[in-house]
């Protein structure tokens, strides 16, 4: 396994396609299946690249299996805070160590940015990746997003890394 930065010529669309099977997969029974179901090829190749945005690939045996993106945060109310936007595996790499090394190579990546306090939203039903997250330092806020999806509305909640 080994990870590393995105390069220009990596095919963003094989980087959607871990977008795509790990949404399908951890938000089966959260999101409704058929917005998951329509969730186009490609969806996600297009904001890869968004200005500001880190974006990291995991390989196994030079398979992608696995993305995060993160930057300074997106939110002018967490100014100064460290965001990581996305960590995404395919599905049948989840719960064997995979994401755990990708975690904290995005947390030291934006901790050797100086940031002390890093963030991520996660959806609150979304229990494995609660889970996940709590197991590895991070703590809930009370800090929530409020949105539809897929024209469920769900609620995001915010969880913080203090670092140093």
């Keep these: 396994m080994y990870i590393r930065h995105i390069r220009p010529e990596d095919d963003r669309m094989s980087i959607s396609e871990i977008y795509e099977r790990s949404w399908k997969h951890a938000y089966k029974d959260i999101l409704p299946d058929s917005y998951l179901n329509a969730i186009p090829r490609g969806h996600w190749a297009s904001v890869i690249d968004s200005p500001g945005w880190n974006t990291l690939i995991l390989f196994d045996r030079g398979k992608m299996v696995g993305t995060s993106s993160f930057c300074q945060s997106r939110f002018p109310q967490f100014e100064g805070c460290g965001e990581i936007i996305s960590l995404y595996l395919l599905p049948e790499y989840m719960g ?26 996660v959806l609150e039903e979304n229990n494995r990746a609660r889970c996940f997250y709590e197991r590895y330092g991070f703590l809930k806020a009370e800090d929530v997003i409020e949105e539809k999806i897929g024209g469920k509305n769900v609620r995001e909640i915010r969880y913080v890394l203090k670092s140093g």
């Excluded at 064997?96 to 904290?104: I, M, R, V």
Aim: charge should be neutral; proline fraction near 0%; glycine fraction near 12%.
């Design 96 to 121: 064997k160590g995979y994401g755990k090394e990708l975690l904290k190579f995005v947390t030291a990546e934006l901790s050797a940015q100086g940031f002390q306090e890093i963030f991520l939203w």
